[in-house]
């Protein structure tokens, strides 16, 4: 129930920010860095922390969540895997210029990093600036073409700037890929 009242709330707040534009609310988290993050990427204790970060999540706990982040990126601050999570938990407080440091951080150590990128868009969303939102959101794509979260935070910033073309693209896009957000994302953004 508490994590229905968190989306419901943040929700609300993106629709405020971005004037009544409203927007699916779609940052990367802690479980979806498991599969991007760590690519490849991961060093030994990685898996470790990951996972002791993501129960921290499931739970709700952000607060505690960000405290292991802060523990983890001052013992390692050259991990770019570290900065994402501490960008991630400052995310889900709303902390949005420490998210903002914290993605920037993690894509300046490893600039092959999708889910930093997406989240990096969805910040410069949530803050109003679909410009900056776009540039992250291709750059997301660019290295991982088939990432449909980076795919709806696109078509949302696109949304925002009024581009049904790019709106629709996006949609073609999550259709093939992820049929059932490209469902979602059509009744958000009436496209079909």
């Not at 291709?138 to 073309?165: C, H, I």
């Not at 049929?179 to 009744?187: G, L, N, Q, T, Y």
Request: charged content about 20%.
């Amino acid at each position: 129930m508490r994590r229905i009242a968190l989306t419901v709330v943040v929700l609300t707040v993106c629709a405020v920010a971005l004037q009544g534009c409203f927007f699916i609310y779609i940052p990367g988290s802690v479980i979806e860095s498991v599969g991007n993050a760590l690519s490849g990427k991961s060093r030994p204790g990685d898996a470790d922390k990951i996972a002791q970060l993501t129960a921290l999540e499931k739970a709700t706990k952000f607060e505690d969540m960000l405290a292991y982040a802060q523990q983890w990126t001052a013992a390692e601050p050259d991990n770019a895997t570290a900065w994402y999570v501490q960008g991630v938990a400052f995310m889900r407080l709303s902390r949005d210029a420490e998210a903002i440091a914290s993605n920037r951080q993690a894509v300046g150590l490893r600039d092959v990093f999708p889910a930093a990128w997406n989240n990096l868009g969805f910040l410069a969303l949530r803050q109003g600036d679909a410009n900056e939102a776009i540039a992250a959101c291709q750059k997301a794509l660019s290295q991982q073409p088939e990432y449909a979260l980076a795919w709806v935070n696109l078509g949302a910033a696109y949304n925002y700037k009024g581009d049904r073309d790019k709106v629709i693209d996006a949609y073609r896009h999550l259709q093939r890929i992820d049929p059932a957000r490209a469902e979602a994302f059509s009744k958000q953004f009436r496209v079909s």
